[in-house]
Structure formats: C-alpha cells, structure tokens
C-alpha cells in the first residue's frame, strides 16, 4: 500500500506549523510535500525593523529545508487546483511547469495587499508585505534623504523628505515609528542645506491609532509616535495619489515621493477560482478546518473563514496568533482523517498583543496586562525571539549591534520600484520582467502565471482594519485583463503590473539613444529611412538589404560585420525583459550561420511592420547623406552596415 500523499500550499505561519508538525506526527508514514515561491519562512512582524536598518533579511528569513525535517520543498507558485482529479498545478520560478497530486490538501496560501478604489494608488503606492517591499522601502527612503540633503530648493527638499503611511493598524503604526528614527539619525549626520527635517505623517480613517487594542496601549503609542514628530491625522485618508504628492479627503495636498500603503490585507486570490463556499473572500471551513463537502481539503490561515467559538457567529480575525494555531490543528486533522488520532476542534485563548515602536518603546499587554516603557520593549523582544521558529542568536546579535554601533544608511539598488507592485498575487517575491501576473478573477485554465504563495498571517500581530474593502476593483488597477490601457494596440500604463514598465529600470527598454536601445535615426545601421514601406532600405543605394528586426520588431544595430553577427547565433530579448533563452525572432536570422536575403517585397518578420506613413511625394531627389544607407558589399566580399 503507497504511503498517503500529503500536500501544503503555502509556507507562512499556517503552512509553516503545518507542514512541522506533520513531519513529527506522521513518523515518516506520509509523503509531505510544501509548495511555496520561496525557500524560507518570513518572520512578518520584525520586518519594519528590516526596513529601518536595524536587522538584516535573512534574520527574519528561517529556511525551509533546514528546519523540517522529512519535508519535500517544491519551489513554485500553486496556479491551478483540480478538485476533482486532486491536483494542484504549479508554475516554478524559471518558468517551468508542473503537477503535484495529492490525497489531502492543505491550503495555507496567506493574504496579499488590499487595495481601495482611489486613483493612483495602485500606480504609486508600495506595499509592506515582503522582503522585497522592505528593501525597496529602505533603499527608497535613504535615497530620498539624500537627494533632499543635497537639494538648494525649499519646495523640492521637504516633497523628498516627507514620508507618507496610509493605515495606522500594526503595520503602519510600526513603520512609521521605525522611519521616523532611522531618517532622524540620518540627518543628525549629514544636516538638509535648508535646514528643515525629515517629515512622517500616519492616516487612518478610525478614531484612534490601533483601534483594535485597549485604548490605553493606542495612547501609549500615540505619544511615542507625537514624540518623535509624526504627524499622526485620524478620520483623515488618501483621495488621490499622483507622482507628485497625494490629496487628502480633507482637501489638503502634501507633496511627497513616498506613499506607503499598510491598509490591511485581503486573502490570497487563489482561493477564490475554486468554485466553494467563500466568506468575505475567505474559504469557509468547519471547527476542524475541513472544507465542507470536500474532506480531503482543508484550510488554515487567512485564507480559511474559521468559525469562532469562543464568538458564536463571528470568524476569527487574519492574524498571525490564529494562523499559527491554525497550524498546528490543521496538522493534527490532517493526521486523524488517515486513521490516527482524534480531531479537534479549534479554539484559542487571547494571549495578548505586543507592538514593537523603535529603540526601548514598545506598548504590549500580555495576559491581558497593560506595559509601556521599556518594560514593554524587553517583553516585545523576548516574544519575538520565543516565537521565531530559528535565528534567535543571530536576531539577538543584530539587536545587541544596533544599541552600541550606528546604523549603516546605504541604498543598494537591488530592488526597483517596479518589481514589486502593489497590485500582486505573490508580494514576497520580486516581480520578474516578462513574466504577467494574475488576479483573483482569471481562470485557473485561461492562463499559468504568478499566483500564490503564503507570506504569512498579517503582520504577526494583528490585523488592519478591513471596513471599506470594495467588492470588486477598478479595471484601472488590475494588474491583468484587458482593459482600455491594455487592448492591443495601446500601450499599457507604466509603472503598472502587466504593463511597460518605468523608463530606464533594469530589464525595462532602455533610453533612446543608450547602448542596447533602438538606435537613432540617421545613423549607421539605424533604422532605414522613414516612407519606406515593409522597412525597405534607402533608394538608389546598391545591394542593400534590410536592417534585421529583433524580438521588439525594431531594427538592430550592431558595430560588427553582419557576417560576425550571424556567426554568433540568436540574442536574447532586449534589455532582459523577454524570456532567458529564447531566440530572436528576426525575419531570416536562423541560426544556421547562412546570410539572408533581401526579400523583394515587404518585410517577412515575424511582427507587423512599422506604419510606412504618407506616400513621399513624386520626383522625390534620391537620400542624401544623413540617410543610412544599407550595407554595400566590399572588394573582398563581406558586407559591413554603414558603409557608404
């Protein structure tokens, strides 16, 4: 008899406790496979310390292999799951394809960002759910410190130096706290010309800041944020963010280059092509995590609607505290419906909470008793380093480190702004050029792209608030579907998902006129002249032959002898933002070595030729020298592009 066949979508807090208590339960009974984008599990509530300075990533990053035992790490993105057939299609991180089937099913995928219908968010806006968030955020704001500090205009310095949070639940209330110190060190070192400093601002909608704890400790955290300068506007949002700065629904305007977005999170997107019973967005599961009418599923974590029972007609909220109990009863379930042990119910106990605000301040009251001060700071340590399932010696170094030596403030450029946007199914992975993502309304069948994976529960601590989550987004702001900026023919949006990406970023089409770009007009083995249908070379100039189009359908220029430039085979996509790998798709460059021939009618690439715009006009005198012409042949019979 073949071993049950066991699969975990999702390595955050739920998929995490998962799959380790598994592997203690099952004693090498079961095949334990855990699918996920990446090959550690992320910390979430130490991440605002990652953005500030104060800990290394991979402090928060524990890793997989390492620290379960008996446990087969997949590394891919869940695309598609087969109910029926029992399988779950994943797409890995190099683009290939593959099945995983499965005799029980656990879905553990987390949540993602959660976006409201307000112009210009989703194009200017960044999120704070991921490692590659973190960094981007701290590499953004150093930068922004700097170009302020060396700035002479008033108006530009304090834009650069004013950082905006959106959410004052755990999330913001943290990053702002951390930012606040990390841009203040900064300047005591190197001072803005203007003599102005950095600036934080906090919005929320709600009454008070972290309205889900007691109002004591929401107090407590106020006045530690006021202390250190944050401008904190309750009952105040976003209307509107451009490049330029954001519009207030009090009708005020701040000129700003930062907007940071911590409004709460929504489940992942993956559950909702599943045809079942949703809640909210979430997956509706009885007291053992079982999907109802399909026992071999289960679902934990803030993807699964867990009745409360300690609340009768309530779920339990998206935290961390619950998706790691979640865990752990999902695991013993999981065990029992293969004939060992018992099921149980799930039901928790409120343990407390605990909220990290920087340097000795913390606000935190576990069992239900209320702390600030330092007394909170060294409780808020020590149950993160109780809680972290690995990296305790290293997190408590990095911490003994920061309170005797100064920070580093150096931007590494390792993440751009366009590889992680705010609209994305899997936010704990950097978005890769060329490769589409998908949202919660595609088809599993329509179409294999990014979708899935956990980056745990919210923040580790609580969860945003989640009054005012649209039914349904804007077409403005999904990241894929046709939409009226995205039907062929019309350039997509920049900076937005599934579109052209920002001018001049790494994998994106470079300037005109840089090395690797498009060459320009009138050069040597630029582009033929205009009104020259199919791409046609200059008139009156012998033997020519058209310049090779490469995967974008423009003409390549090249500074080596065409006979040089076919004996070095196919290039890849221009710039990185196609496939590695894939040939070019240049009419006649094969790759067997052989030149092509002039074609005698219009252009055979494999993409339209460019519009050849008006007829030129009769008896039109023939180019004149500041038009390429084509490549002539040469004495010794090799052709070199712009001789003339």
């Known amino acids: 008899m073949s071993r049950p066949r066991i699969v975990i979508v999702g390595a955050g807090f739920a998929g995490y406790r998962t799959a380790r208590t598994l592997s203690r339960l099952t004693r090498h009974q079961a095949d334990i496979t855990l699918l996920n984008p990446t090959d550690y599990f992320l910390y979430l509530p130490l991440l605002p310390q990652v953005a500030a300075g104060i800990l290394e990533p991979r402090r928060v990053s524990v890793s997989l292999s390492g620290t379960l035992p ?9 695309d598609g799951i087969d109910l029926d057939g029992r399988t779950v299609h994943y797409t890995g991180p190099e683009g290939e394809e593959g099945t995983l089937p499965y005799d029980r099913l656990v879905l553990a995928a987390g949540s993602v960002n959660k976006l409201l219908p307000i112009p210009g968010v989703a194009e200017h806006a960044h999120g704070f759910r991921g490692l590659p968030e973190a960094l981007y955020l701290r590499d953004h704001v150093t930068r922004q410190v700097e170009l302020a500090a060396a700035a002479d205009d008033r108006a530009e310095c304090a834009a650069r130096c004013t950082f905006v949070v959106v959410g004052a639940g755990y999330t913001g209330t943290e990053v702002a706290a951390h930012g606040a110190m990390y ?16 600036r934080w601002m906090l919005l929320d909608v709600a009454p008070r800041v972290m309205p889900e704890m007691d109002e004591r400790l929401s107090a407590t955290a106020e006045r530690v944020l006021r202390q250190r300068g944050v401008d904190v506007r309750m009952g105040t949002s976003v209307k509107e963010a451009t490049h330029d700065g954001v519009v207030l629904t009090d009708g005020s305007t701040v000129d700003t280059r930062t907007l940071v977005w911590c409004v709460g999170v929504r489940p992942d997107p993956l559950v909702e092509s599943l045809g079942l019973p949703m809640e909210r967005g979430r997956l509706l599961v009885d007291t053992h995590l079982q999907v109802p009418g399909r026992p071999e599923v289960f679902a934990c974590g803030d993807v699964a609607a867990v009745p409360d029972l300690n609340q009768p007609g309530q779920y339990t909220p998206m935290t961390a505290q619950h998706a790691w109990r979640h865990g752990k009863v999902c695991a013993h379930n999981v065990v029992a419906s293969l004939g060992r042990g018992q099921r149980r119910a799930y039901r928790h106990r409120d343990m407390g909470f605990v909220v990290d605000l920087g340097g000795a ?13 330092p007394a909170a700071g060294a409780v808020t340590r020590g149950y993160h380093l109780a809680a972290m399932p690995g990296n305790r010696v290293r997190v408590a170094a990095d911490w003994l480190l920061d309170a005797v030596l100064p920070r580093q403030a150096v931007q590494l450029g390792l993440v751009r702004s366009w590889s992680v946007p705010l609209e994305s199914s899997s936010p704990e992975v950097a978005r890769v050029p060329g490769r589409p993502e998908r949202t919660g309304t595609d088809t599993v069948s329509d179409t294999v792209s990014d979708t899935v994976s956990d980056a745990g529960s919210d923040t580790g601590k609580d969860t945003e608030r989640s009054d005012g989550e649209p039914d349904g987004e804007p077409a403005e702001s999904r990241p894929s579907g046709e939409s009226a900026k995205t039907r062929p023919g019309v350039e997509p949006a920049r900076n937005r998902p599934g579109g052209d990406r920002a001018k001049n970023q790494p994998g994106d089409e470079p300037a005109k006129n840089q090395p690797g770009d498009e060459p320009a007009r009138n050069q040597p083995g630029g582009e033929p002249a205009r009104n020259q249908p199919g791409g046609e070379p200059a008139r009156n100039q012998p033997h020519a032959e058209p310049a090779k189009r490469g995967q974008s359908g423009s003409p390549r220029a090249s500074g080596k002898p065409r006979r040089a430039v076919e004996a070095a085979g196919p290039r890849p996509g221009r710039g990185g933002s196609g496939k590695a790998g894939r040939p070019s798709r240049a009419a006649g460059a094969g790759s067997t070595g052989k030149r092509p021939t002039a074609p005698s009618g219009p252009s055979r690439s494999a993409f339209p030729p460019a519009d050849p715009g008006p007829e030129p006009p009769a008896n039109q005198p023939p180019p004149g020298p500041d038009i390429a012409p084509g490549p002539v042949k040469r004495n010794d019979g090799r052709a070199v592009e712009g001789d003339s």
């Open 361 to 373: 301040k913390a606000a935190a009251n576990p069992l239900g008793l209320p702390m600030s001060g």
């Open 183 to 198: 841009t203040d060190a900064q300047v005591r070192k190197h001072p803005m010309r203007t003599g102005m400093r950095p």
């Open 70 to 78: 008996h446990v087969r790490l997949v590394l891919g993105e869940a």
